[in-house]
T-cell receptor
Framework: SQTIHQWPATLVQPVGSPLSLECTVE??????LYWYRQAAGRGLQLLFY??????ISSEVPQNLSASRPQDRQFILSSKKLLLSDSGFYLC??????????FGPGTRLTVT | GQQLNQSPQSMFIQEGEDVSMNCTSS?????WLWYKQDPGEGPVLLIA?????ELTSNGRLTAQFGITRKDSFLNISASIPSDVGIYFC????????????FGTGTRLKVLA
C-alpha cells in the first residue's frame, strides 16, 4: 500500500532563516506531487505541483520554492522566511486515478 | 476558474442526529472527493465519486454525485463525537492541469 511521509512534524524558525520541508511517497511510482498551505481554520491553498522529476509548477508568487530531485521526493524551501510563511504545510500525491492523498502535515511557526 | 461552494460553513448537531452537507459548482466536475480533517492532521479521503448519479457509502457516510455533475452531497448518519472535524469536497480540474479544486469546508461540531 502507498504511504506518504512529511517531516518535520513541527518547526519553529526565526524570520530570515532558511527552510526545508521534505515529503516522500512510498508504494507507487511517478506520482503527481503537491504542496499546499493551510492557514488556521481556513481552506487549502495550492503552492506547487509536480508531474515528474524536475518539473515544478508554481501557483502563487511567494517566498517559497519547490524541487523534486527524485521520483517520490518533493521538497519545499525558502532562503529567508517571513512571518507570513507561518502555517500548516501539507504534501499530497495522486496517481493514475483521480484520488489525492495527503500527508500528516508540518506546522511551521515563524517568530 | 472552477470554484466549489460548500454549505453550511459550520454546524452544531446533537449526537445521534443525521448530518447533511453539500458542495456546488458553476462548472462540471468529473470526479468528486470528500475529505475529513481532524485538528492538526492532514485531510483523509472518505469517499470518491466518479459517475453522475453515483451513490457510495463508507460506514455511516454516504455521498452522492449530482446528476448535473455540478454538485455533490455528503450525509452522515447517527453522528458520534468523533465525527467532529472539517469536511472538504474537492475535485480535479477539467482543464487537464492535474490540479485540484477544494471547497472552503464544513466545520462539524457534535454535542454529546
Amino acid at each position: 500500500s502507498q504511504t506518504i511521509h512529511q517531516w518535520p512534524a513541527t518547526l519553529v524558525q526565526p524570520v530570515g532563516s532558511p527552510l526545508s520541508l521534505e515529503c516522500t511517497v512510498e508504494g507507487t511510482s511517478n506520482p503527481n506531487l503537491y504542496w499546499y498551505r493551510q492557514a488556521a481554520g481556513r481552506g487549502l491553498q495550492l503552492l506547487f505541483y509536480s508531474v515528474g522529476i524536475g518539473q515544478i509548477s508554481s501557483e502563487v508568487p511567494q517566498n517559497l520554492s519547490a524541487s523534486r530531485p527524485q521520483d517520490r521526493q518533493f521538497i519545499l524551501s525558502s532562503k529567508k522566511l517571513l512571518l507570513s510563511d507561518s502555517g500548516f504545510y501539507l504534501c499530497a500525491w495522486s496517481g493514475s486515478g483521480y484520488e489525492q492523498y495527503f500527508g500528516p502535515g508540518t506546522r511551521l511557526t515563524v517568530t | 476558474g472552477q470554484q466549489l461552494n460548500q454549505s453550511p460553513q459550520s454546524m452544531f448537531i446533537q449526537e445521534g442526529e443525521d448530518v447533511s452537507m453539500n458542495c456546488t459548482s458553476s462548472s462540471i466536475f468529473n470526479t468528486w472527493l470528500w475529505y475529513k480533517q481532524d485538528p492538526g492532521e492532514g485531510p483523509v479521503l472518505l469517499i470518491a465519486l466518479y459517475k453522475a448519479g453515483e451513490l457510495t457509502s463508507n460506514g455511516r457516510l454516504t455521498a452522492q454525485f449530482g446528476i448535473t455533475r455540478k454538485d455533490s452531497f455528503l450525509n452522515i448518519s447517527a453522528s458520534i463525537p468523533s465525527d467532529v472535524g472539517i469536511y472538504f469536497c474537492a475535485g480535479p480540474t477539467t482543464s487537464g492541469t492535474y490540479k485540484y479544486i477544494f471547497g472552503t469546508g464544513t466545520r462539524l461540531k457534535v454535542l454529546a
